[in-house]
């Protein structure tokens, strides 16, 4: 069973994952958002496309280099600059806005190992880009099943779709597949010397939200989220990347104007408290950024509108279970005020003790769609974040004995 495992390759985890849907690299901002907020997926990937270079080889004519999403987007328009002209600053290049990611996608074969790719990531690799194996033409897949595609997105290139994997992907197979690692899976996270008490994000709850916005594009980059605590270092939350990609553009004023623990309650579950919509409202206009403050009130307004218009439905239909971590969406942003219809979960931070197993945090952090789960002491003090990078780490070694 051991031997069978090794054997797998990366084609084995892309069975039934949609194609990447893209975004020339010459787009701008603008273009990016509006990609976004009818995407399915929290990412769009970022590509260059040198068609016109005929020393080019085929292959290489398309590359995907990047990768955005909507927080992105965010933290771009909460900058004191942008806040001035919101509507100017959606017409810079795409680039102005990507996470740093040199070194952090990679085009692989279908082939290659899996031994590879847990490889790669633990290199760094965060998104691993794999042509799509099908034996049907793209032309024929796409008679069967035809898409109204954005003028600024596609979903092929150098004539195939691709999709990519992550760490999750990853993780989610070897949960599959966790008997293989016995006895590994029973033991603590802390005998495992899991939990990293060193590369914490952490603000604390009265803080400017505007001070986290560097911490936001860290958590991000390292998927990871921003632990929101008091003087104590008790954990009371958290501002995270995956609740923040659920939101609209709107959000970058709240960012501006509210504290940490105000953002948290802004972007929680079911959408801002009209107060807080007020108090964003008001100290816009304290500090005179007219542009975030139209661009705001256009935002609510329309969304209160919307919300308005779909009151008629039923309390079933549009109710989501305090325990669920997703929304019932009709498309990606249907949204009350800020808050998108797509799957989200709520500010309160996931989190285990110390002495939790090894799979019980895989399950864990799986089921709340996150890379990672916030470890505390039975009085909620903060101790540390494990990670599926250190979850990776720890199932490479163990594949090395099974060799």
Wanted: charged share 15%; with cysteine; net charge negative.
């Amino acid at each position: 069973m051991a031997v069978s495992f090794l054997r797998h390759d990366v084609s084995d985890l892309c069975l039934a994952k949609p194609a990447l849907r893209s975004l020339s690299v010459s787009a701008t901002v603008a273009h990016a958002l509006e990609a976004l907020k009818t995407s399915e997926e929290n990412f769009l990937s970022v590509w260059d496309c040198n068609h016109h270079n005929n020393n080019a080889l085929a292959g290489d004519q398309c590359r995907c280099v990047g990768k955005v999403c909507m927080v992105d987007v965010i933290c771009y328009l909460s900058q004191d600059a942008n806040l001035l002209s919101p509507s100017a600053a959606l017409k810079a290049p795409v680039s102005e806005i990507m996470t740093e990611t040199a070194g952090t996608v990679m085009h692989v074969e279908p082939s290659c190992s899996l031994l590879k790719a847990i490889d790669l990531m633990l290199q760094g690799i965060k998104n691993l880009v794999v042509p799509i194996q099908t034996r049907q033409s793209l032309s024929s897949r796409r008679k069967q099943h035809p898409k109204l595609i954005n003028s600024n997105t596609s979903t092929i290139h150098n004539g195939q779709e691709f999709c990519w994997l992550t760490q999750e992907d990853v993780v989610r197979f070897l949960l599959n597949s966790i008997g293989v690692f016995s006895p590994l899976p029973a033991l603590s996270i802390d005998s495992l010397g899991l939990i990293n008490t060193v590369d914490i994000l952490a603000v604390n709850y009265h803080s400017p939200a505007s001070s986290a916005v560097q911490l936001i594009t860290q958590s991000l980059t390292q998927q990871t989220s921003v632990a929101v605590v008091d003087v104590d270092g008790v954990l009371i939350g958290e501002v995270s990347p995956f609740t923040l990609s659920s939101c609209d553009e709107s959000v970058a004023a709240a960012i501006a104007t509210l504290s940490c623990g105000e953002l948290m309650a802004y972007i929680d579950c079911g959408g801002p408290p009209e107060y807080l919509i007020k108090i964003v409202t008001e100290r816009l206009k304290e500090r005179k950024l007219q542009g975030a403050l139209e661009s705001y009130s256009s935002s609510t307004s329309s969304s209160s509108s919307t919300m308005f218009s779909s009151s008629s439905s039923s309390d079933e239909e549009s109710s989501v279970s305090p325990s669920s971590t997703r929304m019932v969406r009709s498309g990606r942003f249907s949204r009350s005020n800020s808050y998108s219809a797509r799957m989200v979960r709520r500010a309160e931070a996931i989190v285990c003790h110390p002495k939790s197993s090894l799979v019980a945090v895989m399950i864990q952090a799986i089921a709340h769609r996150v890379n990672y789960v916030w470890v505390i002491e039975d009085d909620c003090s903060l101790v540390g974040i494990v990670t599926f990078s250190g979850m990776l780490k720890v199932f490479r070694e163990h594949l090395e004995t099974m060799g």
